[in-house]
């Protein structure tokens, strides 16, 4: 069968062949071994890196998790992401995330915010990258079901419009000044960032590091189950350096 797909990270399996982690757009994630791609000749090679997306053909047998390869056609490469570290940085988080919290099956609208996510780090201008990728992970997130409630304060339903407030990273929602029982509180200029940033919207500013930084905590809280995305990490290190 032939799908849709996007190579989200690669492995070598022997001198010629490599092992690819795959989302399809019919079949969810799935892997394959490209026999032979890493040949200096082969058709495939160039092809299969991280951030590609082409129609996959390979024979998919439902009691084994590693198919063969049998052909791989070229749409988009985005190899030019793998130029700029913040990009690259980036990009993973998204491969990273859709490989540990993809669900089995076939979903077409995460398949398309991959995509895009992917697209708006591979064109957004230089100024915009930093945005661009806090929204681009916070979009995912949300499709991948862990978005915090930033509809307003959980305890007393201040719109934390004015004032500003926090948000509870392990509890996943806004909570007000008012009722914050002490601590720092983003100030409301803030929270509006955040918002906007989690709704998709980049804006005209370059988010402070404070925002990659609400995103990453969020993420180590709800998405990661407390171990490490090394690819979060390393965009923390490229954002802050
Ligand atoms: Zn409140």
Avoid at 68 to 97: H, K, M, N
Avoid at 205 to 220: A, K, M, N, T, W
Avoid at 224 to 233: H, I
């Amino acid at each position: 069968m032939t799908t849709r797909s996007v190579v989200l990270q690669t492995h070598p399996y022997s001198d010629t062949s490599k092992i690819l982690r795959l989302l399809t757009l019919d079949h969810g994630p799935q892997s394959v071994m490209a026999k032979g791609a890493l040949r200096p000749r082969s058709r495939l090679s160039g092809a299969l890196e991280p951030f590609s997306d082409g129609s996959a053909t390979f024979y998919l047998k439902p009691e084994r998790d590693l198919h063969t390869l049998s052909d791989f056609d070229l749409r988009e490469g985005r190899q030019a992401i793998g130029r700029d570290l913040r990009r690259y940085a980036a990009a993973s988080v998204l491969c990273e995330l859709v490989l540990r919290l993809a669900p089995a099956e076939r979903d077409p609208v995460l398949f398309d915010v991959l995509i895009r996510g992917l697209d708006a780090l591979l064109t957004a201008g230089p100024d915009r990258v930093p945005g661009t990728a806090v929204a681009a992970i916070w979009v995912l997130v949300d499709v991948l079901g862990f978005a915090p409630d930033l509809s307003g304060c959980s305890r007393c339903g201040d719109p934390v419009e004015d004032r500003g407030g926090r948000l509870d990273v392990r509890e996943g929602f806004l909570v007000c000044e008012r009722c914050l029982p002490g601590g720092a509180a983003l100030p409301a200029s803030e929270i509006r960032a955040l918002r906007s940033l989690a709704a998709g919207d980049v804006g005209d500013q370059r988010p402070p590091s404070r925002q990659l930084g609400l995103l990453v905590e969020f993420i180590r809280h709800h998405a990661a189950e407390g171990t490490r995305l090394r690819s979060l990490d390393f965009l923390l290190a490229e954002e802050l350096s």
